[in-house]
């Protein structure tokens, strides 16, 4: 079974950038579409962003868009989600996902 593993979170001010990273073990993503989810504090999970294995489409949340980037690299078994102009909105822990296993998730904290 696939297992995930998320990297890159940290603090950032407010129009700062991250990268994240998901690290895929046990198994070969490219056969799964592969996500981004976020949760903020006492808010649902939600969606941010997806990617197909090949060719590679992506999809991402209104919320996000023009701000947000997802891609892969499929031989390193990663999945990237880089973010732009970051707002204290998009403060969550940020979960990436086969739709069938989830990794622990990574936090990110914008401050204003």
């Known amino acids: 079974q696939v297992q995930l593993g998320e990297s890159g979170g940290g603090l950032v001010q407010a129009g700062g950038s991250l990268r994240l990273s998901c690290a895929a073990s046990?198994?070969?993503?490219?056969?799964?579409?592969m996500a981004w989810f976020r949760q903020a504090p006492g808010k649902e999970r939600e969606f941010v962003a997806s990617?197909?294995?090949?060719?590679?489409?992506?999809n991402y949340a209104d919320s996000v868009k023009g701000r947000i980037t997802i891609s892969r690299e499929n031989g390193k078994n990663t999945v990237y989600l880089q973010m732009s102009d970051l707002k204290p909105e998009d403060t969550a822990v940020y979960y990436c996902s086969n739709y069938l296993t989830w990794g622990q998730g990574t936090q990110v904290t914008v401050s204003s």
């Open positions: 990617i197909s294995g090949s060719p590679a489409y992506a």
């Open positions: 046990g198994g070969a993503i490219i056969k799964y579409v």
